[in-house]
Structures are given as C-alpha cells and as structure tokens.
C-alpha cells in the first residue's frame, strides 16, 4: 500500500515540475483552445523560440504535450488531460485569492 502511495505522490510531484514555471502554464492555457504550431504559440506567449522550444520539449518529453509535424511545422496539442485540469484547479483558486485580498 505505501509503494502505491508514494508512486502517486512521485507522478503528483513531476506533474507539479513540469507545471512549475509561468511559460508552461501559458502553453497549456493556449493548447487548451486547440492545436497550435510554434509559430502561434511564440505570437501568443511572447518569449524568444528557443526558450519555447526547450520549454515544449520538456512537457513533451513528460508525456504532457503530443505533437505532430506537417511540412516544415510542428504543432503540439495537450496529450494528459490531468495536466489541464491541475492547471485550472491551481490557477482558479490563486485567482480567487487574490480577489479576495
């Protein structure tokens, strides 16, 4: 029982790794609206393509993202839903708080 317990804090804790930067959470807020390529992605989050890849090839390499090449494009999309709804539990309630305050 207490293997079972510490594999899901260990998943809990990496899920939390790769959410914890401000980017990533952004990438997962604009793959939450679809599919986009790097390009898109890099107009809508504002921070310079290698700093977004390096940032996409880490959730991707945590299974967070999927992506797909057409052409000279990648496209990435969200690939764990968990990661999404961790994402809007957290973001919801930091944003209530600080309403309140």
Known sequence: M???IDEVFDKAAELFAVLSTPIRLRIISQLCQGEKNVGQLLESIGVAQPN???HLNI???SGV???RRQGAQMFYR??????VVVCRAVCTQVAIEA???
């Open 52 to 54: 977004m890849s390096q």
């Open 65 to 67: 993202l999927g992506k």
């Open 2 to 4: 207490s293997d079972e």
């Open 78 to 83: 969200i690939a764990d839903e968990t990661a």
């Open 99 to 101: 309403d309140v305050n």
């Open 59 to 61: 959730m991707y390499r």
